[in-house]
């Protein structure tokens, strides 16, 4: 029998068109977190001098941790994206609960590495930074910006019913963030010492293959329950 239902990566693409639609309109990722993301890699060197040493040493682990804080200001961004009338009317489409899940964590996960990419840069000028590992350092950022996407959608997911929605968020990502952050800064400290950094990107590919999973299972009986 022929169906003319659009296919799983189909429905993929038109939330991920969605969401990114709805960043350009509103900026708010590119245009309000990226600017105080970076301000507060420049507090810093500021607050502390201009020793080059201590820069150096510090630099790495305060990028990371200003990804992972301001990834949350993403997780509520996405949270606060659409009314409880638009999340019925998506789900009135017919549209594949699972595939809703994947675009938007797509979506997430672009703005992510983007905003990780930027910061980067800023946070070697800004810190001196002579960066190693070339080879394996994109491969950190993309395990870290999937992983932060998966659990941010996966949470906004859970509280997007509750009235107290955006206070739940920061309270479910940031303590689960916590494999992820160890993950990044121990993998940037193993590949500046020149050291083999699998073991932590093991560790990063196996939260994120985790939260993918536990995702895609729940994506119907969440929206179900909404």
Avoid: C, H, K
């Avoid at 969401?19 to 245009?31: C, H, I, M, N, T």
């Avoid at 993403?74 to 009317?89: E, K, P, S």
């Avoid at 920061?170 to 500046?192: D, F, I, K, N």
């Amino acid at each position: 029998m022929r169906t003319d239902a659009p296919s799983f990566l189909a429905q993929v693409m038109t939330i991920v068109r969605r969401d990114l639609l709805r960043e350009r309109r509103s900026g708010e990722v590119l245009w309000v977190t990226l600017p105080f993301g970076a301000i507060a890699l420049l507090l810093v060197p500021l607050a502390i001098g201009t020793d080059a040493p201590t820069l150096q040493r510090i630099g790495p682990g305060m990028f990371w941790v200003i990804v992972m804080l301001f990834g949350v200001l993403i997780a509520i961004r996405q949270t606060n994206a659409g009314t409880q009338a638009q999340r019925d009317m998506v789900a009135l489409t017919g549209l594949d609960p699972a595939a809703i899940f994947v675009g938007s964590t797509t979506a997430s996960f672009m703005l992510l590495l983007v905003f990780e990419t930027i910061l980067g840069i800023v946070t070697i000028v800004l810190y001196d930074i002579t960066p190693t590992g070339w080879v394996a350092l994109p491969t950190v950022l993309v395990l870290a910006a999937a992983g932060l996407a998966l659990l941010s959608t996966l949470a906004a997911s859970i509280v997007s019913t509750g009235r107290s929605a955006t206070a739940l968020v920061p309270l479910l990502v940031a303590p689960l963030s916590v494999p992820l952050l160890l993950g990044a800064t121990q993998a940037w400290e193993a590949l500046r010492l020149g050291r083999s950094s699998l073991p932590w990107v093991l560790l990063m590919a196996i939260v994120g293959l985790l939260l993918a999973v536990v995702g895609v299972l729940s994506a119907r009986p969440l929206q179900e329950t909404a």
